[in-house]
Each structure stands twice: as C-alpha cells, then as structure tokens.
C-alpha cells in the first residue's frame, strides 16, 4: 500500500519576473511540522528532499513542499519517488506540456 509522504504547491514568483527576460531562481519551501518527528528526524527528511530532484524546478517558480508523517519512514529512494510524481502535477500548470514531458522545465511563456 502506497502512502503519501508529501503534497507540493507551485506558483510564479511574481507576474513581472517571469515575463523579464531572464527570471529569478526558483525558490523552493519546506513545511515539515512536529507530526513528522523529532527535530533531528524533521532535519533529516529536509536534507532528503533537497538533495533530490529539486534542480529540475524552472527558474521563476516558487514551489512548497509538505512533507507529511509518513516521510519520516520511508527511504530517500521512496521519498524521491513520491517527488517525481507530485513535482510534475503542481507544475503542470506553470509548465507546457511538451516541455513537462521531455524533461526540461521551463515556465510558461519563460525562455530558456
């Protein structure tokens, strides 16, 4: 039985930086509450989701990551996992299509 260990939300940082010509770095957010542990466990599930998968946000999105209980229990490689699938749905709306598809991950209406 699968558990989700994270919910993500993605925004622009703000209208007029991603129509500039080159747009802010992406910022990324961690909610990880005392339900998840310790604080030591609390630090831990932070470091494991920055190490992973978090280069691939486009520069102009602002993006939270919750992390829920369950993230305390699971292994980096499930936790990277459960990124990879909820990463791409909080940008779909942010990001075309195509580009979502073949990987590169750039904001809508953005340059690269």
Known sequence: ????????VAAPTSGAAIMSATPPPAQVGFVV???VGSAVV??????RLLADRLDRIPP???????ANPASA?????????DLDVVLPR????LVPRDELESGRLTPA????
């Open 42 to 47: 609390r630090n831990r599930v932070k470091r």
């Open 109 to 112: 209406g953005g340059e690269q």
């Open 90 to 93: 909080a940008l779909q709306a």
């Open 73 to 81: 229990s699971v292994s980096s490689r499930e936790l990277a996992a």
């Open 1 to 8: 039985m699968h558990v989700a260990t994270m919910g993500v």
């Open 60 to 66: 102009g999105v602002l993006v939270v990551v919750r």
């Open 33 to 35: 509450s005392k339900a």
